[in-house]
């Protein structure tokens, strides 16, 4: 496919690729878990196995690849697998610097096994790059992760600045970019070196496909190893997986803008409802990091925001149950709005605020969906 076309043009056509044998313009699910050798008892191609060689791979890493703007992606069997790689691939005593607040999967791992496998975590607030200067060190710190827009506070990180104060300490900056998606952040443009993707999330936007993604900027010695870490360790999705996240993301470009639409009517709605304490979206003007997310993000500021609801956590869940649109369920990134009272999910050691109300918007008609809202916080202003 020619390089000068624009990423939503290169997604719908699946890179253009298809079968070379019928010119099917949907490359075909390979099952097989093995690959003939010929008469020279040679593999008449690159695959060979299908630990990591299956060929229904190869159009979805491709497109996370090319869309990424990076050099090489690899598919993982979820979100977590890829988020883990980067860290299973450091070396015992190496220092890495983690936000304080983020995905709640990674601090849990980084808690229970981070210190056993001889790494050195620090826990800091890395969308400030004073905290952030200050937790790296010249020559320990082998990597830093940010997340941004960063769950569930939606707090975005300045990429470029943050490139900066890593490589500056000989570290590499890795950032898990599932909520901007590359339809709104290409991390690598802002000196980012490994970009990381929940694609059970937005990448598929279906919401049944468990997946995760890595993707390098360059293809060095680190890469290397996540590719040996990932062909030695074996978290890889299946066959039919791989085809629903190839077949999800052909209409990635349809779906995040219209997601970051709705997000941001919605929060602009209920900024200042009687019910609410905060609405935290990196679209309204009073977000503490909205200039930097106005510059670094491209077409919108996610599908992604928080209620604070004031009452509680008890209340806040009650607003969860409310709803009838945005179901009351985990995750985020789909088709049809999700609601969640992220205390419930993280439990009591959380750093989230208990009366925190995590929503992901999807495609539904906007108004619907304020109006759902308006019905579920209604109840709560009586309280
Ligand atoms: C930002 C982020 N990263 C990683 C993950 C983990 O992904 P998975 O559930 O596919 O393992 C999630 C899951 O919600 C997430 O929101």
Redesign the pocket.
Known sequence: MKDDLHPATRAAQGLGLKCEVTGAVVPPIHVSTTFARGADYELPTEHGYGRDQNPTFVQPQAMIADLEGGADALLFA??????TAPFQVLRQGDHVVVPDI??Y??PKWLRRFGADRGLSVDFVPTADMKALAAAVRPGETKLVWV?SPC?PVWRVTDLAAASEITHGAGARLAV?S??ATPVLTRPFEHGVDIV??????YLNGHTDV???AVVTKEKDAFWERICSHRQLTGPILGSFEAFLLTRGMRTLYLRVPAATRSAQAIAEHFEGHPALSHVLYPGLPNHPDHAVAARQMTGGFGGMLSFRVKGGAETARTVAAACALFKPA???GGVESLIEHRGTVEGPDSPTPKDLLRLSVGIEDTDDLIADLEAALDPAQSR
């Open positions: 979820s979100g977590m697998a890829a988020c983020m995905y999967g990674l997340e769950n898990d599932t909520a990381v993707h929940a694609a059970t999330k468990m997946a995760g985990t995750s985020l």
